[in-house]
């Protein structure tokens, strides 16, 4: 009789921060033939990886590039395993390794096959969830003491599968509950909107459950409170530790006949929109991928990348852009003087990569129609930063090279605007769709002890991958939190600025994570 997987793998590791069992939850199956589809499955899309990159160098062919699946890279880089054994998921009396990765599959009730063919609500399966982590519980823990009090879980979800684990912490489980993270691909936090209108609440006649995704009936699912926004926690889940990642790829979902990303449009993965991929306040990155299918989200190694870093990472980096001077065109500015309004939008480029990790964390682009969008009055007047990105930095998946800096680069560009003035466009003494600035700024942290240092190097002064110059770092807050600023643009005090032009800094917040 051959032997099981389970018997022939080492003696199960205890709970070792910050190494604990990841549950995956996936997305929204409309149709009964997509619910059978998805439970015909094993790993329900996490095995899955794909080959293609949007597009070559010399032509728009795509070109290969095999990411494995976040499963399979989970097992290769950080020693996970699955937990299913001879057919089924390992027996309930078995104890199961800490760095297992579980399939919580609660479409199974609902298909033809094993279940009843009726679909249930985001509450029920919310707490299906709750039981679901109980067991996971009791098999990795098998009632140690030390176990249960180290006990917490990951929660990986795309799309609905992020609504199912909101309802679970802010509904289900409110008070109490086991969960130490929560990454979600795609997860329409704000509803989905058809031509910018949240879809209808069609209650009983609405078979394949669409409501889920409409504002009202998410308030009600996700019990919050009066004045909360649909996108909030609600005070029922810590933002920091809620990480979004978000698809700004429409044209390669062809989901719904391909009717889906011509009724939603640009600015969006196909399927939902930007703004309504996040939950407030918390930390977020960008990537050129659709909702899902063979560009998607989930099976590409920019959300692994992230996924990955944000679970084990060792330092978290905030970036944002503080506006100090923004100049105008002469003949802009002379109206200005005169007493005219003047109107404009920016477009901000805002990307970030690794040293050697050939892939964008993070990427936001007016060439992808995904660039972040900002008002003049609110750039100049009201001095508000604009948020860029969120990222971590993984001691254990940095290059090879002799440096032993953690080294990362961020470039950031700023479109030269189309001006208004007194509601009339303006096209005198500029060029709209020019540069106010192109810079990438590299950087270098290293440690001496417990006290970081950093550097930077701007591309327009010593070119990319460089970095040089000290920067002075705050001490650490509560919370470890050390912030840096970092001038980019023309110099302050310049009696002869560029006309249009940008000053002013990048702001830098570097805190330890998984400590």
């Not at 709970?15 to 790993?43: F, L, N, Q, S």
């Not at 002469?330 to 970030?352: F, H, L």
């Not at 682009?365 to 001095?383: F, G, H, Q, T």
């Not at 479109?415 to 303006?426: D, S």
């Amino acid at each position: 009789m051959a032997a099981s997987r389970m018997a022939v793998r080492a003696q199960p590791r205890p709970i070792t921060p910050p190494h604990y069992p990841i549950i995956y939850v996936r997305g929204y199956a409309a149709t009964m033939g997509e619910i059978e589809e998805t439970v015909g499955t094993p790993y329900m899309g996490f095995n899955l990886g794909s080959t293609k990159v949007r597009q070559g160098h010399e032509d728009d062919k795509p070109v290969r590039f095999i990411f494995e699946s976040p499963l399979i890279r989970l097992m290769k880089d950080e020693t996970y395993t699955d937990t299913y054994e001879d057919g089924d998921f390992v027996d309930e009396d078995q104890r199961v390794d800490s760095r297992s990765v579980w399939i919580f599959r609660y479409y199974e009730e609902d298909s033809k096959s094993f279940g009843d063919g009726k679909k249930d609500s985001i509450e029920d399966y919310a707490k299906k969830l709750s039981k679901f982590i109980l067991r996971v519980r009791k098999q990795v823990c098998q009632g140690n003491a030390e176990e249960l009090a180290k006990f917490k879980v990951y929660l990986v979800a795309h799309s609905m599968g992020g609504l199912i684990c909101r309802t679970y912490l802010q509904n289900v489980a409110r008070k109490r509950h086991y969960v130490d993270k929560v990454f979600t691909y795609a997860t329409p936090h704000g509803g989905i909107e058809i031509e910018g209108l949240n879809v209808p609440d069609l209650g009983a006649i609405d078979k394949l459950h669409v409501r889920n995704f409409n504002h009202d009936y998410m308030k009600q699912y996700l019990r919050l409170s009066k004045s909360a926004r649909v996108t909030s926690l609600d005070g029922a889940f810590c933002p920091n530790r809620f990480f979004c990642f978000v698809g700004t790829n429409y044209k390669d979902y062809d989901a719904f006949f391909g009717l889906s990303k011509r009724v939603t449009g640009p600015a969006g993965d196909g399927l939902v929109m930007m703004e309504n991929a996040v939950v407030d306040d918390a930390p977020r990155a960008f990537a050129h991928r659709s909702h899902s299918g063979p560009f998607g989200i989930v099976n590409s190694e920019e959300g692994y990348q992230n996924l990955r870093r944000f679970l084990f990472g060792d330092v978290r980096v905030d970036a944002c852009l503080a506006v100090d001077e923004i100049t105008l065109p002469r003949a802009v500015q002379k109206e200005k003087k005169a007493g005219k309004r003047i109107r404009a939008r920016y477009n901000i480029d805002a990307s970030a990569k690794v040293r050697g990790g050939g892939i964008y964390l993070s990427e936001r682009r007016v060439r992808n129609e995904s660039a972040i969008r900002e008002k003049y009055e609110d750039l100049v007047e009201e001095k508000k930063p604009v948020y860029l990105f969120s990222g971590f930095l993984l001691k254990s998946a940095k290059t090879k090279a002799r440096d032993t800096a953690l080294a990362f680069a961020l470039e950031i560009a700023i479109e030269v605007p189309l001006f208004e003035v007194n509601r009339k466009f303006w096209f005198d003494e500029h060029f709209e769709g020019e540069t106010l600035l192109n810079e990438t700024v590299t950087l270098h942290l290293r440690w001496s002890g417990d006290q970081p240092t950093l550097r930077y190097g701007l591309r327009t002064h010593v070119g990319s991958g460089h970095a040089f110059k000290s920067v002075a770092l705050s001490d650490p807050d509560e919370d470890g939190r050390r912030l840096c600023e970092i001038p980019l643009g023309f110099r302050e005090g310049s009696k002869t600025p560029p006309r249009p032009g940008f000053r002013g800094r990048l702001l830098l917040t570097t805190s330890p994570w998984n400590t």
